[in-house]
T-cell receptor, first 113, second 112 residues
Framework: NAGVTQTPKFRILKIGQSMTLQCAQD?????MYWYRQDPGMGLKLIYY?????ITDKGEVPNGYNVSRSTTEDFPLRLELAAPSQTSVYFC???WGAGANVLTFGAGSRLTVL | GENVEQHPSTLSVQEGDSAVIKCTYS??????FPWYKQELGKRPQLIID?????GEKKDQRIAVTLNKTAKHFSLHITETQPEDSAVYFC???????????FGPGTSLSVIP
């Protein structure tokens, strides 16, 4: 039982490049989330999903896209990377119903130069 | 949407003293309030949570109180130890079935 797995752990992008952060969970959780954490700052919700085929915007969705084709996977797509997207990205999942106890992945550190 | 504020942003205490972190939320529909601890370079982990039908919850040295009328909730850590040093985040969920919004965090340092 691996929990929430994120890849890659580290990535450097050039301005204007695109990439996808992968997130997979093996706990059969319904809910999945993407947060970003800027240095010394809190966690800001980018997008979340309450089940396969359903996604919704969080607090800071601009510049990102997501999809949820299966219960297990929730990739985050960055289009036209900008320096403002330099951050640590955390994927999380939960059962959702009754208590949103989040299980976080280890994080993906992204630098845009 | 929900907005969560948290104070103080940094807190230093002597080992053995108590630490209190306070949060406020804006959406009266929120009814689930978790607290997460994030050690340096690690992922956040849940330490305690409380639902809106409960005023207080305790787990060993950690307790959380909730005042729904005032939209306040607080984390209390007693007999602090150096391993309590971390960033603590409060959060609120708009309902039990929805997104979780975090406060900006409190960096707690416990001085031996």
């Amino acid at each position: 039982n691996a929990g929430v797995t994120q890849t890659p752990k580290f990535r450097i992008l050039k301005i204007g490049q695109s990439m996808t952060l992968q997130c997979a969970q093996d706990m059969n959780h319904n809910y999945m989330y993407w947060y970003r954490q800027d240095p010394g700052m809190g966690l800001k919700l980018i997008y979340y999903s309450v089940g396969a085929g359903i996604t919704d915007k969080g607090e800071v969705p601009n510049g990102y896209n997501v999809s949820r084709s299966t219960t297990e996977d929730f990739p985050l797509r960055l289009e036209l990377a900008a320096p403002s997207q330099t951050s640590v990205y955390f994927c999380a999942s939960s059962w959702g119903a009754g208590a949103n106890v989040l299980t976080f992945g280890a994080g993906s550190r992204l630098t845009v130069l | 949407g929900e907005n969560v504020e948290q104070h103080p942003s940094t807190l230093s205490v002597q080992e053995g003293d108590s630490a209190v972190i306070k949060c406020t939320y804006s959406d009266s529909a929120s009814n689930y309030f978790p607290w997460y601890k994030q050690e340096l370079g690690k992922r956040p982990q849940l330490i305690i949570d409380i639902r809106s039908n409960v005023g207080e919850k305790k787990d060993q040295r950690i307790a959380v109180t909730l005042n729904k009328t005032a939209k306040h909730f607080s984390l209390h850590i007693t007999e602090t130890q150096p391993e309590d040093s971390a960033v603590y985040f409060c959060a609120a969920s708009e309902n039990s079935y929805d997104k979780v919004i975090f406060g900006p965090g409190t960096s707690l340092s416990v001085i031996p």
